[in-house]
């Protein structure tokens, strides 16, 4: 089974703070990926990572960088957190060249409030 | 462009009767179509995808080509089927295109006793 978790279940943070959101998968995937969910607009991806030290900006990558140093782990930073971005962060992972799908299996997601 | 449309945000169904969640997408090439669910509290899982041709859970799709379409089926809908439902589309892997998955919007599926 493919265990992806995420270091917390619920953050609270100011604005202005520095937030860091981390992401560990055990299965070896190449793939990995940071998306946030909203109500009434479903998942939008932020950023997404092919390989180590290797990303790709996403469809909201504005406020946000991402960091991946080691196959297992994708860090999501805000460098300075607004209250617009509060909301439920999920990260996925997925390994295509070994599956044959681009399914992409996810964490238990982060609820992060910004106040 | 890739585009997924889940017409309907809510959807309200009596235990019993049957369901159908609607998804429509918009690709070129050959694609990769899946249903995500998401249960109250639970992570966003893998339902079906048109690939396996399974029925997971009493739940059916079929990929429809010339209506582009991958609707979601269950004859006989049950209170622990409420939950929140993805439907997503990537490139058929080996084909050159992204790996990425473009998902709709959800619907949201309340089974009322």
């Known amino acids: 089974d493919v265990k992806v978790t995420q270091s917390s279940r619920y953050l609270v943070k100011r604005t202005g703070e520095k937030v860091f959101l981390e992401c560990v998968q055990d299965?070896?995937?190449?793939?990995m990926f940071w998306y946030r969910q909203d109500p009434g607009l479903g998942l939008r991806l932020i950023y997404f990572?092919?390989?180590?030290?290797?990303?790709e900006k996403g469809d909201i990558p504005e406020g946000y960088s991402v960091s991946r140093e080691k196959k297992e782990r994708f860090s999501l930073i805000l460098e300075s957190a607004s209250t617009n971005q509060t909301s439920m962060y999920l990260c996925?992972?997925?390994?295509?060249?070994?599956?044959?799908?681009?399914?992409?299996?996810f964490g238990p997601g982060t609820r992060l409030t910004v106040l | 462009a890739q585009r997924v449309t889940q017409p309907e945000k809510l959807l309200s169904v009596f235990k019993g009767a049957p369901v159908e969640l609607k998804c429509n997408y918009s690709?070129?090439?050959?694609?990769?179509l899946f249903w995500y669910v998401q249960y109250s509290r639970q992570r966003l899982q893998l339902l079906l995808r048109?690939?396996s041709r399974e029925s997971i859970k009493g739940f059916t799709a079929d990929l429809n080509k010339g209506e582009t379409s991958f609707h979601l089926k269950k004859p006989f809908a049950q209170e622990e089927d409420s939950a929140m439902y993805y439907c997503?589309?990537?490139?058929?892997?080996?084909?050159?295109?992204?790996?990425?998955?473009?998902f709709g919007k959800g619907t949201k599926l309340t089974v009322n006793p």
């Open positions: 996925a992972s997925s390994s295509p060249g070994t599956s044959g799908s681009n399914e992409q299996f």
């Open positions: 299965m070896d995937h190449e793939n």
């Open positions: 990572s092919y390989d180590v030290k290797m990303k």
């Open positions: 690709y070129s090439g050959s694609p990769e």
């Open positions: 048109h690939i």
């Open positions: 997503a589309l990537s490139p058929l892997p080996g084909q050159g295109g992204s790996e990425k998955l473009v």
